[in-house]
């Protein structure tokens, strides 16, 4: 293994999101054990550097693959020779992997750690879950992930992409409430049974709002409302509904409907999109539903 010598030298302007090709030869990496700082992102990757109110600075080289980005309702596009840094940003900025992307990411400081350590402690009650009933851990996993391509192409809600990381990933968490009988029950749920289930809500926004504030908590609470009032648990209506919320609801019914699980055969990308469809305005936002197809076409 070689080691690879990278650090900005210093007349690279700092408040640009994007550097230029070829600018590989103005850094220096004083790390002998660069892979372990060398990110994979396969095609289809949505993500976002976020602003960071520290002196921490990360850079990211583009080492291969092709990075699309959206500054500023613009769209750039990186590739292999390229950098991006968080620094001096004043906006999130999201990005999408074109082509299968490995990409050296250098920090000044532990970067992650904050989140991380944010999101271990609810991460526990979903892996608790997953034992119980072998999906809800994987199910709010992909949701996020869907939530994430959703708003890369709904160009709306950067500014509260932290907000949707957390609710989008502890959405359900409050289904470790509910008595395993009834959450893992294979037919249908008696009237009975079904009001106990849908308390799921308003315990997630009591987990939530405990360890992550108001926010986020709100945002998970309303992911079973619908737009027309018919929804849990407090028959929210269209504009009182979020736009994080409604964007949950979309990657939840979604998830929900492909994947194969043993009382339940998944259905096609094609057919789940139909069911959204029949359901837009009344259940769901149809400019959601649009984001979601698009990002799923990227895919393919
Ligand atoms: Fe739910």
Request: glycine share 6%.
């Amino acid at each position: 293994m070689g080691e690879l010598s990278f650090i900005f030298k210093d007349n690279y302007d700092k408040n640009n999101l994007v550097g230029v090709n070829g600018d590989a030869s103005c850094l220096i990496c004083k790390e002998k054990d660069f892979e372990s700082l060398i990110e994979i992102m396969p095609k289809g990757t949505v993500g976002y550097i976020y602003t960071i109110q520290t002196n921490l600075v990360e850079f990211s080289y583009i080492l291969e693959g092709i990075i699309e980005f959206i500054d500023n309702q613009e769209t750039i596009i990186l590739k292999a020779g390229d950098i991006y840094f968080h620094h001096s940003l004043n906006q999130n900025h999201m990005f999408r992997v074109i082509e299968d992307a490995r990409v050296l990411n250098l920090n000044t400081g532990p970067y992650y750690s904050s989140y991380e350590e944010d999101e271990n402690h609810l991460m526990t009650v979903l892996e608790n879950l997953q034992k119980v009933d072998g999906d809800t851990l994987n199910h709010c996993i992909r949701v996020r992930r869907l939530c994430l391509g959703i708003t890369y192409f709904l160009r709306e809600g950067f500014e509260q992409l932290d907000d949707l990381y957390f609710a989008a990933i502890f959405h359900d968490v409050g289904k470790a409430k509910i008595p395993p009988e009834i959450l893992m029950k294979p037919g249908k749920l008696t009237t009975e049974e079904y009001e106990i289930m849908k308390e799921h809500s308003r315990y997630t926004y009591e987990m939530i709002k405990e360890r992550y504030g108001e926010t986020i908590a709100e945002i998970a609470f309303q992911h079973h409302e619908k737009l027309d009032g018919t929804g849990y648990p407090r028959g929210l209506k269209e504009n009182e509904i979020c736009l994080l919320a409604r964007v949950i609801a979309v990657a939840d019914a979604y998830d929900a409907m492909v994947v194969t699980r043993p009382y339940h055969v998944g259905k096609s990308i094609q057919d789940a999109i139909k069911e959204l469809r029949r359901c837009q305005d009344t259940q769901f936002d149809s400019k959601v539903i649009t984001a979601l197809e698009s990002y799923l076409r990227t895919l393919d």
